[in-house]
Each structure stands twice: as C-alpha cells, then as structure tokens.
C-alpha cells in the first residue's frame, strides 16, 4: 500500500495550524478556568509554590478564627470584672451608709449586703466564653498559637476573683464586711466600731484594687491580639495575592492572544487552501 505524500507547501501550512489550534486551546483554557496554571502540567514549579502559599495561607485562616474567639473569651472576661468592680463599690455604699443607720435598718443592710456578695459571685460564674471562664479560677487558661512555630503562642492565665477569694488572698476575711455591719448595732462614734467599718471599707478597696488591675491585664491582652488578628488577616490577603501572581491568567492579555490566534487561525486556512489549489492546478495539466 502506497503512502500519500503531501506537498512541502501543505505540509507546512498544515503543521502550522495544528500550532495554532493548540495555541487557541491553551488561550481558551486560561479564560475559561481563569488560571495560566491550572495544574502540575502546565508549570510544576509555579503550581506547587502557589499551592504552598495557598497552604499557609489556610492554617493562618485557621489561626485567625481561633484569635477571634480568644479575643470574645477575653472581652467576656473584662465585662465581668468590670462589672465585679461596679458591685465591690456597691457594697462601699452599703458600709458607708450604714454607719449612720439603726440597729434594724444594720440588719436590713446585713442581709442586703451578704445577698450582693453572693450575686457578685453568680455573675463571675456566668462570665463563660465556650466553656472558658477567665475570672473564676486561677487554674484556668487560654492558650493561643499564632502560626506553626511552637514560639508563636500566648498563654493568658485565668484569676480568681470570687468574693470570698480576693478579700482572703489580701489578708481579710469573707465576711468581715457583713460582720461589721451586724456587729455595729450598737455603733457610735465613741464606741471603738469606726476602725472596724473603716477596715472592712479598705478589705473591699483592696478587691477593688485587684480587679481593676485584672481588667487592665487582660484588656491589655485584646489590645495585643486584635493587633496580631488585623496583621494576620492582612499576611493571609498577602499570600493569597502572592499565589494569585503565580497562576493567575492576565485576561486582557489573553483576550488579546484569543483574538490573535483566531486571526492567524484563519490565515493559516487560507494559506492552506491556496496550496491546496496549487496542486490542483497541476492535477488539471494531465486532462
């Protein structure tokens, strides 16, 4: 069986559009996908480095939720002290008021003060973020790793601001504020009680003391990690744009080839046809 031999004219021409045709396929791809670099084909070293900055960039996006929900534990944790504050003045008020009041209008105050002290207490207790109270119990913790490295993390201990916890950790006793007001029934400014009153007040200025500067520590730790959560939204935007130049088609520029090619395209048809004809031509010599 005799092969068929295509002139050099139409060989050319065809080879050429085959080009061509591979060409517009590729362009057309790009637009379609919207990626030069769609896989480990079309260029393995720009495929894998862009899928490495898209891997960082997801752990990081990981990191970042997880930022977030600490900074939610920690503004949960400065409301509550904040609040304890407002109620450690409340019971200032009850002693100083008392002072001056009847021996029923003590024991009213008694009841209303113990009563305080105890809501003081279910309000820490209701300070819960997911399962995490800050301000409750020294043994708790919140723990937070910013990147892969084991260096990148904070750890922020809990304290226990309970009311019996704080006015025993600075040397007083739970109840010697209740006690004062019950014991000062008989309460005169000559009767010796003032140091008493005077001593509880300071039991609670102290607590208050403590607290303020629990707030403080942990409203300085929002502060921190909102930083680190704006410089880690802005590190993974940087990545992704990064993994981005790397596959990403230029569609003005392949629009342009798309236009290109499809002019070629037909140029090379053309081409092709003429030489077709040229041998043709020939053909029509041996009629």
């Given at each position: 069986m005799?092969?068929?031999?295509l002139?050099?004219?139409?060989q050319?021409?065809l080879?050429?559009?085959?080009?061509?045709?591979?060409?517009?396929a590729?362009?057309?791809g790009?637009?379609?996908?919207?990626?030069?670099?769609a896989?480990?084909?079309?260029?393995?070293?720009?495929?894998?480095?862009?899928?490495?900055?898209?891997?960082?960039a997801?752990d990081?996006?990981?990191r970042?939720?997880a930022?977030?929900?600490?900074i939610?534990?920690?503004t949960?944790?400065?409301?509550?002290?904040?609040?304890?504050?407002?109620v450690?003045?409340?019971?200032?008020?009850?002693?100083?008021?008392?002072?001056?009041?009847?021996?029923?209008?003590r024991?009213?105050a008694?009841t209303?003060?113990?009563t305080?002290?105890?809501?003081?207490?279910t309000?820490l207790?209701d300070?819960?973020?997911?399962?995490?109270n800050?301000?409750?119990?020294?043994?708790?913790?919140l723990?937070?790793q910013?990147s892969?490295?084991?260096a990148?993390?904070?750890k922020?201990?809990?304290q226990?601001?309970l009311?019996?916890?704080?006015?025993t950790?600075?040397?007083?006793k739970a109840?010697?504020?209740?006690?004062?007001?019950?014991?000062?029934?008989k309460?005169?400014?000559?009767?010796g009680?003032?140091?008493?009153?005077?001593?509880?007040?300071?039991s609670?200025?102290?607590?208050?003391?403590?607290?303020?500067?629990?707030?403080?520590?942990?409203g300085?730790?929002?502060?921190?990690?909102?930083?680190?959560?704006?410089?880690t939204?802005?590190?993974i935007?940087?990545?992704?744009?990064?993994?981005?130049?790397?596959?990403?088609?230029?569609?003005?520029?392949?629009?342009?080839?798309?236009?290109?090619?499809?002019?070629?395209?037909s140029?090379?048809?053309?081409?092709?046809s003429?030489?077709t004809?040229?041998?043709?031509?020939?053909?029509?010599l041996?009629?």
């Open positions: 005799s092969s068929i031999v002139g050099t004219a139409t050319q021409n080879l050429a559009l085959q080009n061509i045709n591979t060409n517009l590729t362009t057309q790009h637009l379609a996908t919207g990626l030069k670099v896989s480990a084909i079309d260029d393995a070293v720009k495929f894998f480095q862009s899928q490495s900055l898209n891997n960082r997801g990081l996006a990981i970042k939720d930022i977030d929900q600490g939610s534990s920690l949960a944790a400065t409301n509550a002290a904040q609040s304890a504050v407002s450690l003045q409340q019971l200032q008020g009850i002693l100083n008021t008392a002072k001056t009041e009847t021996a029923a209008q024991s009213s008694t209303q003060f113990n305080l002290a105890k809501q003081l207490n309000l207790n300070a819960s973020y997911q399962g995490l800050l301000v409750n119990s020294s043994k708790t913790s723990s937070l910013f892969n490295s084991t990148s993390t904070l922020i201990a809990g226990n601001l009311y019996s916890v704080i006015l950790a600075l040397g007083g109840s010697v504020a209740a006690s004062a007001i019950a014991g000062g029934a309460f005169s400014v000559v009767s009680l003032t140091s008493k009153f005077d001593t509880a007040f300071q609670l200025q102290n607590a208050i003391t403590k607290v303020q500067a629990a707030a403080q520590s942990i300085g730790n929002v502060t921190f990690l909102q930083t680190r959560l704006d410089f939204s802005q590190y935007v940087t990545l992704q744009g990064g993994a981005s130049k790397l596959t990403v088609a230029d569609v003005n520029q392949e629009s342009t080839n798309l236009v290109t090619l499809q002019t070629r395209q140029l090379a048809i053309q081409s092709l003429i030489a004809q040229s041998e043709q031509a020939v053909l029509r041996f009629r």
